[in-house]
């Protein structure tokens, strides 16, 4: 399976039973698939979303919203939880505003589920871990 990495962009090629071993980045030496969120940049954004074999879920967040900082801990145990089956990545809108307008971001923190670079799911609105989790599961393999 093929695994972008969020630091350098490098494309890892990754055994699908080895996803939840801590795999590290073949350039850079930094992990691919850690159990926590990763954070995506304008320069990572796209590299990650259109070629990652796992699904992306991309929490679409900011600094001076409460709600987004309230479910904070929330998707981290959701990331933990999800670990294997999806990339759990955020997005800071504030510093990243083209991309949150190019994605046509209304209110946040919105949820954003891409596969092979093409978004099949989208919720607006804090939630707790294992909604996250029912949520997502039906999209992920
Ligand atoms: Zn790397």
Redesign the pocket.
């Known amino acids: 399976m093929e695994i972008v ?6 494309i ?1 090629r990754v055994p699908a039973g080895r996803l939840q071993d801590g795999p ?7 992990p ?1 698939l850690p159990a926590e969120p990763v954070v995506l940049t304008a320069d990572s954004f796209d590299a990650v979303i259109a070629r990652n074999g796992l699904p992306v879920l991309v929490d679409f967040w900011a600094p001076w919203c409460g709600p987004c900082r309230s479910m904070a801990p929330m998707y981290a145990e959701a990331a933990r939880l999800l670990h294997g089956r999806a990339l759990l990545a955020k997005l800071d809108t504030e510093a990243q505003p083209a991309i949150a307008a190019r994605s046509g971001i209304r209110s946040i923190p919105t949820l954003a589920l891409f596969k092979a670079g093409h978004e099949v799911a989208r919720e607006a609105g804090a939630r707790p871990a294992q909604d996250i989790v029912r949520w997502a599961s039906p999209f992920l393999g």
């Open positions: 990495c969020v630091h350098c962009k490098s890892n590290v980045c073949g350039a850079c030496k930094q691919i």
